[in-house]
């Protein structure tokens, strides 16, 4: 993460624009070794504000307070996760879409000693505006779509195992 996260953050500092930021994947892998994607989302350059650097990438070398998107406070996925998956959470912030998080990844969930019920690694990569996604016809493809591309992909072949909602096809 840090290592990625620091070369869109370089870019950012010299200006040079080649990086739109960093697309991640929390996944696990399937009986024939193969990935099994749990999680797909990005964390993009440019923050709310105009210009500036992404709130969530400008200080993930040092500091882990934002963590892109991954911190262990609440409105983030560690944080939300863990106030399903750990006692002593207040139910205000404990939401559904966590506690599908947390019933899929976790057994005894709330409990003294909650288990991951697989393996689960994490895969990140600093993406460039000029890098070609998974439908080489496309041609190059900027984070957003590449993205969308990609949950499109994970709902159709994992419905069950797949944790986005955004993107997610229903059954």
Not at 67 to 96: C, M, P
Not at 131 to 155: K, N
Request: net charge positive; with cysteine.
């Amino acid at each position: 993460m840090r290592r990625e996260v620091g070369k869109v953050v370089e870019d950012h500092r010299t200006k040079t624009a080649i990086y739109d930021g960093i697309i991640y994947m929390m996944h696990t892998k399937g009986d024939d070794g193969g990935v099994v994607p749990f999680c797909i989302g990005k964390s993009e350059t440019l923050g709310k504000t105009s210009g500036l650097l992404s709130v969530n990438l400008e200080r993930v070398a040092t500091d882990t307070s934002k963590f892109a998107r991954w911190r262990d406070n609440y409105a983030y996925h560690i944080g939300d996760l863990s106030a399903i998956v750990l006692s002593g959470h207040d139910e205000k912030v404990q939401t559904n879409k966590y506690r599908s998080w947390a019933t899929a990844l976790f057994e005894g969930v709330n409990k003294d000693r909650p288990r991951l019920r697989k393996p689960v690694f994490f895969w990140v990569r600093a993406w460039k505006k000029e890098d070609v996604g998974i439908w080489t016809e496309f041609g190059p493809s900027r984070l957003s779509f590449l993205e969308y591309m990609l949950i499109g992909v994970a709902s159709s072949l994992f419905p069950q195992e797949f944790l986005n909602r955004e993107g997610h096809n229903r059954f």
